[in-house]
């Protein structure tokens, strides 16, 4: 498609004058890649695991080698996943690199906050300043909050491999009951205080983590321009930012092939992906 269809002439001007952009992005971000989202599963692979009945700090305490294997496999799965187009042009949007491979505009600071638990935007080479919902990669004791070693984390995942993966989601639909089973690994404990170590997630019934709400504040009042890319804008209190942004007069710029509760209050709207939004809005600024 022609960016200067897709993007609006408004967008273009709003993002080239900026040199302070805070992009907000949502589950809709790491669509492209393929990392399943789980919302929406009921029945069939998962009737006997069900995901937001193990995202509780009770279910941690109940079954607490359930809720670690689960999380396990999610970082699997986002391990043996890629950034798509969407996460690289964000990483060179505030590197001020385009595709030419110029400098463009060094001044330019691009914030990421997001809601996403995955180490995509990472990955890509953007440096996240607020994991609002926390990160898979950032597991912690729960006892001490001692931080887990996150490589030692990493290392721990290389036998869930693709083809792996991929058998044990075959034995899960062939005998559902058994899931539990499968999925179910041992906590490690904490150097420090020999605890059990837990996902480093915001959990149902969790308050966000103060630091990464406050830095997410701080990102969204500075702004000159606020893109939030592929969140429905319900979940609060981080569907709240967008809105404070609005209210303020900061403009809002919408990357989401389907309305949502942010257009209401969006200046412009992009109906596209972020893998298809971003990389042409990035083609689109002056270089
Ligand atoms: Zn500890």
Redesign the pocket.
Known sequence: MNPANLIPHRVVELVAAADWITVFTGAGMSADSGVPTFRDTRGGLWENVDPTALATPAAFAADPGLVWGWYRWRAAMVANAAPNAGHHALAQLASGTGDSGITAAPQRSVMVVTQNVDDLHERAGSTVTSHLHGSLFEPR?A??G?VYDVARFRESLADLTPGRVAEIEADIAAAPSRAPDLLRTPTPR?D??G?RVRPGIVWFGEALPQTAWQRAESCFRAAEVVIVVGTSGVVHPAAGLPEHAARAGIPVVEINPEPSAVSAIATARIAATAAVALPELLAALPG
């Open positions: 004791c006892g001490c001692a904490c420090a205080c605890r």
